[in-house]
């Protein structure tokens, strides 16, 4: 049995109050590594797209003010 078949058994076999913590935990779990995953994009440059299509899109009055 593999290392994620345990934990997926273990997962199976907790309470409904302990299961939604895990899920509220593997969430934000989540979120965090997105969070860094973007930073870093945006870091690096890979982002600038967004904001030079943004700006196509305002100069062409297809864009409002936020």
Known sequence: ?????QIKEAIEGLPEKDFGRLRKWLADKDYERWDREIVSDAKAGKLDFLAEEAARDKKRGKLGDL
């Open 1 to 5: 049995m593999t290392r994620l078949e």
